[in-house]
T-cell receptor, first 113, second 115 residues
């Protein structure tokens, strides 16, 4: 069965600092990997996704993620965090015939001035 | 383009009562999903529809939860009777055809509190 681990429940960074959110997945074949962001009181929005090709994926809002098969990881990065990036971030994996997505437990990002 | 619509946004009920949530997906999207998101956890898929047929309901507690998607468009999710542990945000999402590489578009969710 597929699974996702986000080891950091909560992360605090200063505005302008770089960010890396960790994600490890478990899936038997080539996975489809996603990062979603959830702002308070809102639904989830897709930041980026990987399913083939270049292992460095660019997304919206200046985010990128790198797929590392050897480490079963798909970490999310941003070079300079803005206060508006404060939200909860979910990594997800999909596989199988019709898409069945399994989400991680999320990492809550706090941005301090 | 209109997004995924859900109603109500909030609901408070007492245990053993029933409740229903409504979702209208993005026009033309064949696949509709209902997720349950308990506080502090990631969303968990309850049921997935392809048009008006069920593709996956393996994690739906069928003794109390039911869902339908009449005419392959909007959908309702019902809980009867509700338990305290059903307190959660219920998210609806849709995608074009349900393939793994597709983006799922999420609605704002319905926050349910069971007292």
């Amino acid at each position: 069965a597929q699974s996702v681990t986000q080891p950091d429940i909560h992360i605090t960074v200063s505005e302008g600092a770089s960010l890396e959110l960790r994600c490890n997945y478990s899936y038997g074949a080539t996975p489809y990997l996603f990062w979603y962001v959830q702002s308070p009181g809102q639904g989830l929005q897709l930041l980026l996704k990987y399913f083939s090709g270049d292992t460095l994926v660019q997304g919206i809002k200046g985010f990128e993620a790198e797929f590392k098969r050897s480490q079963s990881s798909f970490n999310l990065r941003k070079p300079s965090v803005h206060w508006s990036d404060a939200a909860e971030y979910f990594c997800a994996v999909a596989g199988g015939g019709y898409q069945k997505v399994t989400f991680g437990t999320g990492t809550k990002l706090q941005v301090i001035p | 383009e209109a997004g995924v619509a859900q109603s109500p946004r909030y609901k408070i009920i007492e245990k053993r009562q029933s409740v229903a949530f409504w979702c209208n997906p993005i026009s033309g999207h064949a696949t509709l999903y209902w997720y349950q998101q308990i506080l502090g956890q990631g969303p968990k898929l309850l049921i997935q529809f392809q048009n008006n047929g069920v593709v996956d309901d393996s994690q739906l507690p069928k003794d109390r939860f039911s869902a339908e998607r009449l005419k392959g468009v909007d959908s309702t999710l019902k809980i009867q009777p509700a338990k305290l542990e059903d307190s959660a945000v219920y998210l609806c999402a849709s995608s074009l055809a349900g393939y793994p590489q597709e983006t799922q578009y999420f609605g704002p969710g319905t926050r349910l509190l069971v007292l």
